[in-house]
């Protein structure tokens, strides 16, 4: 998903919004009204007051979730360093590499002399040291929350938009997010929920992680998360069997085992291996909003072309909505004017203003990087 200029955010069907929990609901709530001036405070999750004196000029990301979302608050520009894992953004490639041996560099991130460090769960979780370190020296960090649904990336996506400056763009990013999740979860009223398995290198996503949320969005039931596995954790193949899965959603390079128990299941038998792009399955950024949508694609092809209809009518009104205001604002402007340029006291009385995943995945991940080289 990209950022586009015509926004839902004029949308007037748009459902309400289920808030994640913790530090990032309140802030995303504040944010609705915040003017987008500094200094700026939010409490971040290691429940650190982190305060931004300025608009930051030079940002790190840690993480290449957090340098997605920059990309696609078009400020892709601001980031001064990433990690090697970012380095499929347009133009990353150019940015300080920031990464290290088995984690982020202190002396890269400190040389890159940020304003902020972008810092997701995940990172921070494997390299709490190195990141308690980069804070010590005086840097400003930001930790965000461990992604557990759409919801959340929606609202890690304004927080980012807020601290970098980049408020409107955050806004309507998240509002973007927020919107096509009710669009295809509308076209998927009516449609039965096949059970699936995300499976990555003898892991897979069970409850309460963005993946599942990815998959029950797109309209699959997480056989994970009925068989009682929470978070990102080992499967066996035990569970694999009786789950039986109709699909089996991979991201990009990673296989299915070749084996008797895998081999039995329904989804290998009819060849429903979903493969997704592993840069927006894995990551809680604002393109996992296309993982989405290419796992309905697959296994809802009718309500996803119903969903892509939705779509574009609610382009098509956002549209209509914006150039009305804009005529409408225009006729006022030009009343107003007629008005002051006769009554300088009515000028006074009527003037207004207005996972991504954590340790365990980052584990998996060097082990499986090997194998995944290419898809980084």
């Known amino acids: 998903m990209r950022l586009r200029t015509l926004t839902?955010?004029?949308?007037?069907?748009?459902?309400?919004?289920?808030?994640?929990?913790?530090a990032a609901t309140a802030g995303a709530a504040s944010m609705q009204t915040d003017s987008c001036t500094f200094p700026y405070t939010?409490?971040?999750?290691?429940?650190?007051?982190?305060?931004?004196?300025s608009d930051p000029e030079r940002v790190v990301t840690l993480?290449?979730?957090?340098?997605?979302?920059?990309?696609?608050?078009?400020?892709?520009?601001e980031v001064v360093g990433v990690s090697k894992y970012a380095t499929y953004l347009d133009g990353a490639d150019e940015k300080q590499n920031v990464s290290?041996?088995?984690?982020?560099?202190?002396?890269?991130?400190?040389?890159?002399?940020?304003?902020?460090?972008?810092?997701?769960n995940?990172?921070?979780?494997?390299?709490?040291?190195?990141?308690?370190?980069?804070?010590?020296?005086?840097?400003?960090?930001?930790?965000?929350?461990?992604?557990?649904?759409?919801?959340?990336?929606?609202?890690?996506?304004?927080?980012?938009?807020?601290?970098?400056?980049?408020?409107?763009?955050?806004?309507?990013?998240?509002?973007e997010i927020r919107n096509s999740a009710d669009l295809m979860r509308k076209a998927l009223a009516d449609e039965d929920k096949p059970v699936a398995l995300n499976y990555f290198y003898t892991y897979t996503s069970g409850s309460n992680t963005f993946i599942g949320d990815v998959m029950t969005t797109a309209g699959l039931t997480n056989g994970a998360a009925e068989a009682n596995i929470t978070g990102f954790a080992p499967i066996n193949t035990e569970t694999v069997v009786e789950m039986n899965p109709e699909y089996i959603i991979v991201p990009t390079g990673a296989t299915v085992p070749d084996t008797e128990a895998w081999n039995s299941t329904t989804a290998v038998q009819e060849g429903n291996i979903i493969e997704v792009n592993s840069n927006y399955l894995q990551q809680p950024a604002p393109r996992s909003v296309d993982a989405a949508e290419t796992i309905m694609q697959a296994v809802h092809p009718e309500a996803f072309e119903e969903y892509q209809s939705m779509k574009a009518e609610a382009e098509t009104t956002a549209t209509e909505s914006t150039e009305t205001t804009a005529q409408t604002t225009t006729a006022q402007s030009t009343t107003t004017q007629a008005v002051n340029d006769t009554t300088t006291s009515a000028q006074t009385a009527t003037g207004a203003d207005t996972p991504g995943f954590g340790i365990v995945l980052t584990l998996v991940s060097m082990l499986a990087a090997a194998l995944l080289a290419t898809r980084r």
Do not use: H
């Not at 939010?42 to 004196?53: F, I, S």
């Open 122 to 175: 995940s990172t921070y979780a494997f390299a709490k040291d190195r990141v308690d370190q980069i804070r010590a020296q005086g840097t400003t960090v930001f930790v965000f929350e461990t992604g557990s649904s759409l919801s959340f990336v929606a609202n890690k996506t304004e927080q980012i938009g807020r601290l970098t400056g980049n408020c409107e763009a955050g806004r309507q990013s998240a509002q």
């Open 42 to 53: 939010a409490t971040d999750a290691t429940g650190t007051e982190v305060t931004l004196d």
């Open 8 to 22: 839902f955010v004029t949308l007037l069907f748009v459902a309400a919004i289920v808030p994640a929990t913790g």
């Open 100 to 120: 290290g041996a088995n984690g982020p560099s202190v002396e890269r991130v400190l040389d890159a002399n940020p304003d902020v460090v972008l810092v997701p």
């Open 63 to 77: 993480n290449p979730s957090a340098a997605q979302t920059m990309w696609e608050l078009g400020a892709s520009d």
